[in-house]
DNA sequence: CGGTTTTTTGAATCGAATCAATAGGCGTGG
DNA sequence: CCACGCCTATTGATTCGATTCAAAAAACCG
């Protein structure tokens, strides 16, 4: 699958396989949103691609691509800015990754996706989840029950609503409280929140 | 700190500032290895640097080099191909760091040191760690005292010597095969209490 | 519907963090 | 050179959060 793909609707989950032959969730990609850009250095993919829901892609074969980038100017710069923006994402996430606790990373995962919902004017507050615990668990390095208790949890506490993979926000300030590494406690979150100090 | 700097010598570190004002580790840079490619993006570093040692860097100014990538298309494409490799590498990090148990991070740290200092031919085997235990612990995302503790299991199992910040690889392969995230259990590092030689 | 899979919830266990105390290095000054 | 104090590292005991194992409940599909 050697190529460069823009996701133009429905959603995409990106995964490796591990060295002993587990699934590893490595993102999930919205539509606007641009598959494959590490495909530039090794000149393969280091990752498969599933749809999770009916998606339409825009497929560039790399060979196309590469040759694209040769060619123009422009272009190389715009993928520079790219390649360096994911970068700084990605080293963000891994900041966060390896040192947060599970309900902030439940929290940062809700509001990422609400986050890039947002963004192409889609609504913010409730959505539906295209992929499922399983998957979630697996990207956030978790288990899926730990998920499903966060998620309860956090409905406990009146932040969210859950029916399934059906999401409503319902005190986003409280999640984003929760999604802060160590940062202000207790916004109005009441009940058994107890989102730890220090 | 608008800069692309490679290390000619020493090492140096580089974190960042988090919300709550805690410093976190992002990285560790040997000679030859260039810092500060995510200036790209946002054209300001995003981290800091500071030296571990005696070290020698040679600084380009950030808007001198966007001039040079601005020129030389050749460079425009190595730097894609540089950062489309660091961005495969901190992907795999990623997916490494938020799920691996502590002596698993720690196995891999030493060996990506090791890994390091072999590329550029020094001694893979034995060597000084630049950092402090603080530093290590920081970047793997576990505490000071995890880290010292998973140091002296690994001794006491003969995987390797700690003496200070010196370390010497004793058994590679035992080392390795902890490394693997679930892979092969036993090499001949068996549990706690393995034989060994005394 | 019945059967399957996904999700939720509960109880027990395990690993790492935390709290606390001791040991080792290292530089300064007696 | 040794004594002292400071800082780093190690080790021990306890606590806490997440995993694991197990089972019930809900959603899904032919």
Redesign the pocket.
């Known amino acids: 699958m050697k190529n460069v793909r823009v996701v133009r609707s429905g959603s995409i989950k990106s995964y490796q396989i591990s060295p002993d032959g587990e699934e590893v969730v490595s993102g999930f990609f919205l539509p606007g949103e641009v598959i494959g850009l590490d495909a530039l250095a090794t000149e393969t993919h280091p990752s498969f691609a599933v749809a999770l829901e009916d998606s339409q892609t825009c497929d560039i074969p790399l060979p196309d691509f590469l040759k694209m980038l040769r060619d123009s100017p422009k272009l190389n710069e715009v993928m520079i800015r790219l390649l360096s923006e994911e970068m700084v994402e990605t080293r963000e996430l891994l900041l966060v990754v390896g040192?947060?606790?599970?309900?902030?990373?439940v929290a940062l995962f809700l509001l990422s996706l609400s986050r890039r919902l947002a963004r192409r004017r889609q609504n913010p507050d409730q959505f539906k989840?295209s992929m499922?615990?399983?998957d979630i668990?697996n990207y956030l390095?978790?288990?899926?029950?730990?998920?499903?208790?966060?998620?309860?949890k956090f409905?406990r506490n009146d932040i969210i609503e859950?029916?399934?993979?059906q999401i409503r926000i319902l005190n986003r300030q409280a999640l984003e409280s929760i999604a802060m590494p160590g940062l202000n406690a207790s916004t109005q979150t009441g009940g058994e929140s107890?989102q730890?100090t220090?």
């Not at 040192?99 to 990373?105: C, Y």
């Not at 390095?141 to 309860?152: F, K, M, Q, Y």
């Not at 859950?162 to 993979?165: A, L």
């Open positions: 040192r947060l606790d599970a309900q902030t990373r989840l499922d615990r399983r668990a390095g978790i288990t899926i029950e730990t998920v499903s208790r966060t998620l309860s409905q859950v029916h399934g993979k107890s730890s220090g």
